[in-house]
Each structure stands twice: as C-alpha cells, then as structure tokens.
C-alpha cells in the first residue's frame, strides 16, 4: 500500500443525491470529490450535474456526501467554474475531516502521480470501493487539461484528486473519458480553480484557500500525524529537503491567509520578479499560470520546476527568497500594519530574517519590515507614465500589436512590455482575423495580461503598435471583458481608455529605428515642459479648406526647429485623423523631425467645423502637463469626461466643456522605452 493511501482515503469522499426528495432506486454515488478545507469538497461539474428525474444539479442545489468512515453529511453545490469540468461543494458542519494539501505550485509536471477515488463493484446492490491506481501525470499548463499517461481508475473516480506522490501534494482533478466500465486519461489541473477569480467569485477563493491553510496549520500545531509531517518524510526519504521547510511552509501559508489577499496575479509576479532579481542578479523573469494568492508565489520561489522559470541556485537559497518575498508582501500591505495578522506575519519575517546565512538578505528582509523598502541599488523608475513607488522594479505595461492587413486579415499578439522594453508574449495569431473582428479575438489575451501586469496600487497602461490604417480604430472602447448580464458591473469590464492609460504606436515609426532626432524629442518630452504647435500650420485658422495648404516639406522644416530648443518639447497637435490623408502624410514627417508623441482624434477631415476650438482647448491640455507621462493620464481622464457629449454642461460635471475632446487619440512612444525592433511573431513560452 502506497504511503499516502491512508492520508488520502480520509480526505476522499463519495457525492450523491440528497437524502430525500429524489427517486430511491438512484445509484448510491455519482462520484467521488475530496476535502480541501472544512466545510469544502472540490469535485468535477459533471458529478454533481447528474440528472434524477427531472431534476439537475445546479448552484444551490443539494447533495450528500459521504466519508471513507461512512458518515454523512448535507452539501451544497457553492459554483460551478464555466468553462472547467469542476465544482465547489459546500458541507456545512463537516469541520474535522483531514483535509488534503493543495499544490502551491503552478506547473508541477511531468510528476509521478496516485489516482484515487471510489468506485460501485459489480452487481445491482454492489458495494462502494475505495480505490488507487499510478500514472505519469503531464500538461496541465495555462489552464489546459492534465494527461494522464497510463492512468486507469474504475467508472465513479471522476472527482478524486490526482496526489504527486514526490511532494504529497494534490495537482489535479481526475476527469478522465469513460470507456466501458472505466475512466482513462485526463484530469483538471488545481490551477484551474483560479479560474473562480475571473468569474466575479475572488472572495470564495480567497475564503477557501484561507480555510486549508488554517486547517493545515492548527493540525501542524497539534501532536498527531499531517501532511507537513508526511511531507518532511517524503523529503528525508528522497534525500532532497528543502532548506525552505514544511514547518517554515506550514507557518508561513498559515499566516498568510489572516491577511488582505493580493489585488491579482500581477502583484504576485510583481514581488516575485522583484525578489527573484535580488536573489540572483538576473533580469530572468518568472513567469506562471496566474497566481491568484500569495502562497502561490512562495511556490514559484522555492519549487519553480518550469522550464521558463530561473532556478534559484541551489537550494540553500530558497528560505532566502521565501523570507525576502514575505518582506515584499508585509510591505506591499495595503491594511494598517498594526492588526493581528499582519503583526504575527512581521514577527515570522523577522524570527526567519534573523536566521538566514546571507548577510545581504538577511538585512534587506529587515529592512522592508522597518519600512526603509528601498534596495541600496535600486533607482525610481517611470512605468506606464506613472513612478513606481520606492524600492520597487517598474512595472509591467501591455502590448498589442497588430501586423498590417494581409489577404484581408491582421495577425496580432498580446505581449507585457517590461521596463527595460523586453516583451513575453501571452497569445498570439499569426493567419490574423479582419478588422471587425479584432477586438475579439484579443480579448483573452488582453485579459490575461492586463491581469499579469496590474499590481497592487498600479494599473498598467497599454499601448497599440498599429498600422497607420487602423489609427481609426476605437481601441480605447476594447472591452478586456464583457459585461454579463447575470454579474453585477465589475471594474473590469469597462472600456480600457476609461480606466487605463491607453496610446497608439506607429508600425511606420519603427522602420526610423532610433535617431538622433528622436532620442533629443524623447528627452525633452520626458523633461518638458510642453507646448502644442499645429501638425498642419493653416489647419486652426482655416480649417481643411485652404486654397494653397502648407507643403509636406515646410512642415518637417517647422517640426524640426520646434524640436531643436532645450527649454522643452514641442508636441504637435491635428484636430482630425491621422490614419489617411494629409494628416497621415504630415505625421511621418512629425516623426522624422524627433517628435514622439501627436495628439488627435478619430475624425474625418470633412467631417467637422471645430478645428479652432479643438487646437485652442488641446493647446490649453499640453501646456498644462508638465511632461509626456504626465499628458498620457491627462488624456484619460479626459477621455471620461468627454464619454457621454449629451452629458457635457450638465450640473455636476468637473469639466462642463468637453466635447471637444470626443475620440481623442494620444499617438505615443513612451521616452522610457526603447524602440521596439521589427520581430516576427513567435509561440509564448510552453
């Protein structure tokens, strides 16, 4: 018998019909699930979506489930996650069973793994049998589903977990495709109970990854067996401990789970990129399956085991990362830091810090906990047109970038852009879609990466590399999320150049690569001060109707001496589109003068009278930011102003006067990154 048979088999239990109002001649059992807090079972949706009668499982639906010692108990189903074969069960009352341990890891295959689950023997009254079965366990990344290589587990198992059998640890969800009397082949990775963020349920996850990281702490704290203990033995007989320990781990997730949860994955990487390039001195970054708390950043730390991933140098380092990251997360608080958990979390850090062999650590961990957040190295870095705050790395931004058409189709990709102007791409279609339908088929990856870069306080800005024929596409309006009708309004589903810093990049202005005329307008639009100057001279006094317009030639020569002076930067200003026509001609020579940003908007050169009120009031806007980074948030906030024009001049509003501004476009090309080289599009990591 396998050593984790008799730990395991406490936590397995049986799912059911409820005990009355169902048709008494049902099956005993539909399948299995397992305990990963008191009062919660994870099992597979389609378990608890049989059907008796007429009737089917649901949210809210009752069910029974029963433990290996035959007890039973009430359960609910709590959620169902849309779009994975998996479910919560509520068991309220059922506060001592022995939970299993949860993988703290985001990609933990290929692994050696034990199936267990319960099963009907033969026969109309047969009996319900606990049963086990090995495999090799691999995929299971980015969400997808888990394979399970010569894995055969007995017709009522769906719902069991799948248990790493090196690190004591529940990985996946069999799931698995019935042939015959049996169920073979694949299972739900745990990774995809996160999923339960996207769909507006943050706070149930949250209380239930809370709840077993207590329950595994007060057994840990008591004086009989648990899986800490299992775990130290299964490292002892590897002879591979972590010099970050099961007690040290036991502790620490404990204490976690008594403070606020992260605001999103990206807070999470944030911390752990952070601590990762004080370990090693490497610009490496993590990268990882969206972790939604914090325990799952220690796991990225400590355990990486992905092939993006750097490993920390021996294993002597982990306590050091996981101690420096605990630092990073106590003062990454947003809470006062006087309640009861976030001081028992500064004690540990301390007590560990204290202990650490790495002198340089051992002092910054301690450091962060005294509030001086700041590494001796570390300088003040601008990111997405805002500072990040003292101590930390800038911040991840977002890139969408969208090739030219092609046999009527656009390929594109979603990608963070770090501070140094490296970028990871998230997804990615190289045959492209047509134009109409490009906002959703970037939708996931946006959403995605938005996710990954926002962190803490920090919204991350993104940026559209464009060709110049789709400078009149609404990106400002994308939806990362659409709103649901069954959801109450949620933050993310507003348009994005409501919320974030969204500007446009000219595929065009790439093939310049990087002049002198451009780095001397990136520096003075960065310096500033700034002041608008016409894209067209005749434009805001005679409109787009003048007899003899200003030539091409003239405007690069008045574009370059406006950006030649050193007391600041000249930004020019166009009252129309800039996606054909005589705007887009005198754009790229804006561009070749060294001009890095243009503000517009999405309208027809014909199609308006206002072009003096827009040049004054948008003449007013660029002088009144002090620099480029300053005009891109100044530019969204009057985005929300001017959202509603039946709403301009009505009571109440803070700027009664901003129609003008309808379909405003900032063309951009932030001072703090570099140019980005011509790439051809490339898978994401595995």
């Known amino acids: 018998m396998s050593s984790l048979e008799d730990p395991v088999s406490r936590g397995v239990v049986r799912i059911g019909p409820a005990a009355d109002g169902y048709d008494a001649d049902s099956a005993g059992f539909w399948g299995s699930g397992f305990f990963v807090a008191p009062e919660w079972v994870v099992t597979c949706a389609h378990v608890v979506d049989k059907r008796v009668g007429a009737m089917e499982r649901e949210p809210g639906g009752p069910v029974t489930v029963t433990t290996y010692d035959d007890e039973r108990f009430d359960g609910e189903i709590a959620h169902v996650l849309a779009g994975h074969d998996l479910a919560l069960v509520r068991v309220p009352g059922a506060d001592f069973p022995d939970c299993l341990w949860l993988s703290d890891r985001s990609a933990a295959t290929p692994a050696e793994v034990e199936l267990y689950g319960w099963t009907q023997t033969s026969g109309a009254h047969g009996a319900e049998e606990f049963v086990s079965a090995t495999a090799m366990a691999t995929g299971g990344r980015r969400r997808n589903p888990m394979w399970l290589q010569s894995g055969l587990v007995l017709h009522g198992c769906s719902g069991g977990p799948v248990i790493d059998t090196r690190r004591g640890s529940v990985i996946g969800v069999i799931k698995g495709k019935k042939q015959g009397d049996v169920t073979i082949g694949r299972a739900e990775s745990v990774t995809a109970l996160r999923t339960l963020c996207d769909q507006g349920a943050e706070s149930l996850w949250a209380e239930v990854i809370g709840a077993h990281d207590r329950h595994h702490l007060r057994r840990f704290e008591g004086s009989g067996d648990c899986w800490p203990r299992l775990h130290t033995r299964l490292a002892l007989a590897q002879g591979q401990p972590h010099s970050f320990t099961p007690q040290s781990r036991t502790q620490l997730y404990g204490l976690f789970s008594d403070i606020e949860p992260p605001s999103g994955p990206g807070q999470v990487l944030h911390l752990v990129n952070n601590t990762s390039r004080r370990l090693l001195r490497s610009p490496q970054r993590i990268e990882s399956n969206d972790p939604r708390t914090w325990r799952e950043g220690s796991g990225l730390l400590y355990d990486p085991r992905e092939h993006t991933e750097a490993t920390l140098a021996g294993r002597d380092l982990e306590q050091e990362a996981v101690v420096l990251y605990a630092a990073m997360v106590y003062g990454a608080l947003r809470t006062p830091r006087d309640t009861p958990g976030a001081k028992k979390l500064r004690d540990w850090v301390e007590t560990a810090a204290n202990a650490l062999e790495t002198e340089v650590i051992r002092e910054e961990s301690l450091a962060l906990l005294a509030g001086d957040d700041r590494p001796a190295d570390a300088a003040t870095a601008t990111a997405g047109g805002r500072r990040a705050g003292s101590g930390e790395a800038a911040h991840d931004d977002v890139l969408v970038v969208i090739e030219p058409e092609v046999y009527g189709t656009h390929p594109w990709r979603v990608q963070l852009l770090d501070s140094d102007g490296g970028t990871t791409t998230v997804r990615y279609d190289e045959e492209g879609v047509p134009r109409g339908g490009l906002e959703a088929a970037v939708r996931q990856g946006l959403s995605e990466a938005l996710a990954r870069a926002d962190a803490g306080q920090y919204v991350a800005a993104v940026d559209f590399l464009l060709p110049r024929a789709l400078f009149d596409e609404p990106v400002d309006e994308w939806r990362a999320r659409l709103p649901r009708a069954d959801e109450p309004p949620s933050v993310h589903t507003l348009p994005i150049g409501l919320r974030r810093v969204v ?174 080289l011509d790439e051809p599009l490339h898978a994401p990591q595995p």
């Open 503 to 676: 500007a446009l990049r000219d595929q065009l202005r790439r093939r310049d690569g990087v002049t002198p005329e451009w780095n001397r307008g990136r520096r003075a639009t960065d310096r500033g001060p700034l002041e608008a100057v016409p894209l067209c001279l005749d434009v805001p006094d005679r409109g787009h109707t003048a007899e003899v317009p200003e030539g091409e030639e003239a405007a690069y020569a008045r574009l370059s001496v406006s950006t030649a002076g050193v007391a600041g930067a000249s930004l020019p200003v166009y009252c129309a589109s800039t996606a054909t026509g005589r705007g887009s001609r005198v754009l790229t020579r804006a561009f070749h003068a060294g001009h890095v940003a243009v503000l517009c908007r999405r309208t027809a050169e014909d199609g308006h009278d206002d072009c003096a009120e827009f040049h004054r009031k948008a003449a007013q806007l660029v002088r009144e930011a002090p620099t480029g980074s300053e005009l891109r948030e100044r530019v969204r906030v009057l985005r929300n102003l001017s959202a509603d024009p039946h709403l301009s001049g009505q009571a109440g509003r803070s700027d009664p006067d901003t129609a003008w501004a309808r379909h405003i476009v900032l063309i951009y090309d932030p001072p703090h990154r570099p140019t980005l």
